[in-house]
């Protein structure tokens, strides 16, 4: 790597880095033009962020061609889109938040948490999960905290239509 290149991976290139490797999974390859429908950004800046990316070594791409992700750039885009998916059913199946809400928040705390509280979060979801009675008492007494507290309302609604 040049001098002066920093090796941080930005939310933003985690986020390309993801979308590549979704569109590598259903297409084989990602496209400057299906990333940026992916992403909700204009093409030039796709652009630009594949370069980025290729510069430090996460993806092979020339432009006009596919990008395709090298292993590095594998290994950062799986262990985000695990943290995504982790995060997301936490946020769900534990805090009972609505499928818009966790997404959303799932994809920012991706990129803003520690391994530690990851780490964490999958611990806990295995401890709930490992016994199924655990987690319906977790579940349950939560709901009905939210009902009380006033913040369940829409969690309440998505519960009964399940």
């Excluded at 290139?13 to 299906?34: F, P, T």
């Excluded at 596919?66 to 290994?75: D, V």
């Excluded at 920012?108 to 806990?124: K, Q, S």
């Amino acid at each position: 790597m040049a001098s002066g290149q920093t090796r941080v991976v930005t939310s933003s290139m985690q986020d390309c880095l993801e979308a590549i490797l979704r569109l590598q999974r259903a297409k084989g390859a990602a496209r400057v033009r299906d990333l940026a429908r992916e992403l909700s950004i204009h093409k030039s800046t796709v652009t630009a962020m594949l370069r980025q990316l290729s510069r430090r070594g996460l993806i092979r791409y020339r432009p006009y061609e596919l990008a395709l992700l090298e292993p590095s750039g594998r290994a950062i885009a799986e262990r985000v889109t695990g943290d995504h998916h982790l995060i997301r059913k936490f946020l769900r199946e534990i805090l009972l938040m609505d499928a818009d809400s966790a997404d959303q928040n799932a994809c920012r705390l991706e990129h803003a948490a520690d391994r530690r509280l990851i780490e964490r979060i999958g611990l806990f979801a295995r401890y709930v999960h490992e016994r199924p009675d655990r987690a319906r008492r977790v579940r349950a007494g939560f709901a009905r905290f939210l009902d009380r507290k006033g913040g369940g309302k829409s969690i309440v609604l998505e519960r009964k239509n399940r």
